[in-house]
Each structure stands twice: as C-alpha cells, then as structure tokens.
C-alpha cells in the first residue's frame, strides 16, 4: 500500500474522508487496504524493508576506523570530513556509529569531486539510493555507459556527473 495512504486513514476530517474515498474510487485502494490490520502489516513490512536496506548499506561500507586507516589519518579527522561534507556518510540505525560507503575510495584515494558531490546530494537520500546512483551506468548515456564513479576514476568531467545528480534532485 503506498505510503501516502496510510496518513489518510487515521484522520477524521472532512477533507481527509474526501481523500479516502478519492483513493479507493481512483487509486485501486480497497476498504481492505485501510483496515487496521492492514496497516499494521504495513507498518511491519516497512519496517522490515528499511532494516533490510541499511543492513545491505553497512555491508557496502567502511567504519570509522578503516576508512582512517585507508586514508592514513585519525578517526577524529574522518569524523571531522564527514561532517565538514569531504565525505559521504550515515548514521547507523542506532548508536552513533558512522559508516562510509566504497563507491567513494579508489586504489589512490578519493574518488575525484567526492566533496562537490557530497554536497549536492540531498541529505534525504538513503544511502542505497546514492549508491545506485554512484554505481549504476546512467539511464540516459551521458556518461557514455559508465556509472558516475567509473567515469570520474577514468578522469573525466565532474560537471557530466553534476548534471545527472541536479537532474535527480530535480526528479
């Protein structure tokens, strides 16, 4: 059930029976779909896939210690960079742990303009978004059918890469 729905059926205005009943004479909602239950299994299942998808995130990415590792610097200095947006990171689900996804380290370093895309990536995005983003070829070949992380690792425009995420936000 979509996620707009669910705001929908637990208030009781005039306006928001009007919404309810617009969805399920247009939007295929049935009575069924905002049943109690229904939303209850809902929320279940939501929660199920957000813990799936930031299970999937950590295991594409670095602690706080590795990445400081890699980069010959003190966890401190990392902390400061992610904050500073030098680097991409998120906050893990619970505690105050940092995690660094790979897409942004090369063999000699940063990826190229990470700072530049750190910054123009909104910071609603999770984190399984921005890597598919970073590492999946681009939809409209601007990137000559690389992903936005090989064409930068190969040397070639940032602005190319800049394009497709100011089209994403704009999506």
């Given at each position: ?33 905002l049943s109690d239950e229904a939303l209850r299994e809902g929320d279940a299942e939501l929660a199920k896939n957000r813990a799936a998808a930031h299970r999937q ?115």
């Amino acid at each position: 059930m979509p996620l707009a729905t669910r705001s929908v059926v637990t208030m009781t205005t005039e306006a928001d029976r009007s919404t309810r009943d617009f969805l399920i004479k247009y939007a295929g909602v049935t009575e069924a779909d905002l049943s109690d239950e229904a939303l209850r299994e809902g929320d279940a299942e939501l929660a199920k896939n957000r813990a799936a998808a930031h299970r999937q995130a950590v295991a594409a990415s670095w602690d706080v210690d590795r990445v400081a590792a890699f980069l010959n610097l003190e966890p401190a200095s990392v902390r400061r960079a992610a904050s500073e947006g030098a680097l991409y990171s998120f906050a893990s689900e619970v505690g105050e742990a940092l995690w660094f996804p790979t897409w942004q380290f090369t063999t000699s370093g940063l990826l190229p303009g990470l700072q530049e895309i750190v910054c123009a990536l909104p910071r609603s995005y999770h984190p399984v978004t921005v890597r598919d983003l970073m590492t999946e070829p681009d939809a409209d070949e601007m990137l000559d059918g690389l992903s936005p992380v090989q064409w930068l690792t190969d040397g070639h425009a940032l602005a190319d890469v800049m394009v497709i995420i100011d089209g994403r936000n704009r999506e």
